[in-house]
């Protein structure tokens, strides 16, 4: 698709989307203008079923149009739900090798999570599996269901069970994801171990979201753990970032910077010489937080003495005042 046309596509599916966004009203006999909705849902239904799986566009506007008007219009009719299942299972038989998985499985996800059948909407994700792709955003809809409806614990189990479907997305692509865990987080406590246990299964992807978590909770401990297995630098990371550790955990920053310190002295070079003192200074105003004057002053003359061969290393120590 070109750029324009991308550009196009992308500007009508908002327009749609911002309309959907507005409440249905029905007057009088209601039953003409939802035969209008529901010819609505069938067309929808058979372009997001043949649709690239690269576009999405009609995949986004068939779930807006059930979250938004036909769902809260129907008062949550599980009659409604059930004829449309039936019409997506029929759309298996007859598109064959042509039809888009993922839409048409996140579609039937989307009834069944309505009817409370969760078991068989999670059995469908998994058995997808890797091949379905999938983002958060395509879960959003399932899992603002139940945010919007404060189904909490339910949202818990849909967190810690489509969690290990989003392996290999990392970063930003996963905020998404971990926004929903600290709502859930927030509202039910008692999540709190059912988050942790899945967003470590999904290291190394879920790191960043894990990090923020843990900083949220000020679960510092494991937050420097996690830093010293992944090799950090602290001095990667603005002086800002570290001051939350600094003020509430001071000493769990001491194995971080000495661990670092010792790295760069390993390197043998005038940078690294350079780098370690910037840390040193930084752990001898840890310690002195700390009123570990003493301990400091063994570490460092011991540290001198047996680096004491490093010439470099040795005038870089006196020029940060570390040594006289």
């Not at 500007?11 to 529901?38: F, I, N, P, V």
């Not at 809809?141 to 989003?166: F, I, M």
């Not at 603005?238 to 001491?254: D, F, G, M, S």
């Not at 390993?266 to 003192?277: E, F, V, W």
Request: contains cysteine.
């Amino acid at each position: 698709m070109g750029y324009h046309t991308q550009l196009a596509l992308d500007g009508l599916r908002g327009q749609a989307l911002s309309l959907l966004e507005d409440k249905l009203a029905l007057a009088g006999d209601s039953s003409a203008y939802w035969d209008r909705l529901m010819e609505t849902a069938d067309f929808l239904r058979e372009r997001m079923l043949t649709e690239d799986k690269t576009l999405g566009c009609f995949a986004t506007l068939y779930a807006s149009l059930w979250l938004q008007w036909l769902s809260p219009g129907s008062a949550g009719n599980a009659l409604l739900y059930e004829e449309e299942l039936r019409k997506l299972e029929a759309a298996e038989a007859e598109l064959g090798p042509t039809l888009s998985r993922q839409p048409w499985t996140l579609a039937q996800c989307l009834l069944l999570l309505y009817l409370a059948r969760d078991s068989e909407a999670l059995a469908l994700l998994a058995r997808g599996g890797s091949k379905l792709i999938l983002k958060p955003e395509h879960l959003a809809p399932l899992l603002s269901v139940l945010e919007r409806s404060k189904q909490w614990a339910r949202l818990r189990d849909w967190l810690a069970e489509t969690g290990p479907l989003l392996a290999g997305l990392r970063g930003e692509e996963l905020a998404l994801y971990g926004d929903y865990w600290a709502a859930v987080v927030t509202q039910m406590p008692e999540a709190e171990p059912a988050m942790w246990l899945t967003l470590q299964a999904m290291l190394p992807y879920s790191r960043t979201i894990y990090e923020d978590a843990l900083a949220a909770h000020g679960r510092w401990d494991r937050w420097i753990d996690l830093q010293m297995c992944m090799g950090q630098d602290p001095l990667s990371f603005r002086v800002t970032a570290l001051k939350p550790v600094e003020k509430e955990a001071p000493e769990l920053l001491l194995p971080f910077y000495h661990q670092a310190v010792e790295r760069y002295v390993l390197q043998k070079n005038r940078d690294g010489y350079k780098a370690a003192t910037k840390l040193l200074k930084r752990l001898a105003k840890l310690y002195a937080r700390l009123k570990r004057d003493e301990r400091w002053e063994q570490f460092l003359a011991l540290f001198a003495s047996r680096n004491s061969r490093l010439r470099a290393l040795q005038e870089e120590l006196r020029k940060g005042g570390l040594l006289s």
